[in-house]
């Protein structure tokens, strides 16, 4: 009896001195009456917390990002894509300001694009055969390396891309519009091209471009895109990089019916 008083007693005396474990609402005291009232404060907390970024005033932020508006609705014309945007695709995760925002998000969504629209035309077109391997072409066809061999010079990508490259020694410095190109980068063989991640970034930011348009501008405009800008730019004779070569023909027909390389991007 007097053991299991005792036992009694200890165990109060533990729980009068328990320490409460901390909560992320409990620790901030947040003086809501409910769990909703929490996270709406608990948002608004987060939304009005500093965001670090490169130390650039507004108006060197307003100049960049013009620049690469006026890249992108000159080359996509007669797209106008909005200065967020326009920096969102532009700017590779390598580079410091991707610390402001990156093309990470919108390169996995226009990956995605790409394949759809590249499925569907396989699949209706009169070239597809049982023996066709639909993985196989795709990775063919929309592999990152060849769509920035290929596809972005077509694009004046390396112009105002902002990237880091790698490999390169002391040369390695963030790239972008208005800066100079070290010399030994400027003309790079095909192998040394893939070695500093060239044609890589470059690849990432076709898709990031085609995912930005089916996101701003919606999926009629970049299925357009997709047969009059890319998919023309694939066509690689000789090489087993590209479109399948039992689809070229096909391919050729879709880009003409849609206006040619240059056809309107809006109806």
Not at 18 to 40: F, G, H, I, K
Not at 192 to 217: D, I, S
Not at 231 to 243: R, T, Y
Request: glycine share 8%.
């Amino acid at each position: 009896m007097l053991k299991s008083r005792s036992c009694a007693q200890a165990l109060r005396r533990a729980a009068s001195v328990r320490q409460t474990v901390p909560t992320p609402l409990a620790a901030a005291r947040l003086p809501c009456r409910s769990y909703s009232q929490a996270v709406e404060r608990t948002g608004q907390a987060s939304r009005t917390a500093p965001v670090i970024t490169p130390s650039k005033s507004r108006e060197e932020w307003q100049k960049q990002d013009a620049v690469l508006v006026k890249h992108l609705n000159d080359v996509f014309s007669p797209l106008k894509f909005p200065p967020e945007l326009a920096s969102r695709i532009l700017t590779h995760a390598s580079h410091p300001d991707a610390m402001r925002r990156h093309n990470g998000r919108l390169s996995f969504v226009g990956r995605r694009v790409l394949q759809s629209y590249l499925l569907m035309f396989i699949h209706s077109s009169p070239a597809l055969r049982p023996e066709h391997d639909y993985e196989l072409i795709l990775e063919r066809a929309l592999n990152t390396y060849v769509l920035g061999e290929h596809v972005a010079p077509k694009w004046q990508i390396g112009k105002v891309l902002k990237w880091r490259p790698m490999n390169v020694g002391n040369m390695s410095k963030p790239l972008g519009p208005n800066v100079d190109v070290p010399s030994p980068l400027m003309n790079l063989e095909r192998d040394n091209a893939r070695g500093v991640g060239m044609y890589k970034v470059h690849g990432t930011t076709v898709e990031a471009l085609v995912g930005g348009v089916f996101h701003q501008f919606g999926g009629s405009v970049a299925h357009r895109l997709f047969h009059t800008r890319v998919l023309p730019n694939l066509l690689l004779q000789g090489s087993h990089e590209g479109l399948h070569l039992a689809y070229h023909d096909h391919a050729r027909e879709v880009c003409e019916k849609m206006g040619g390389p240059q056809g309107p991007l809006l109806r």
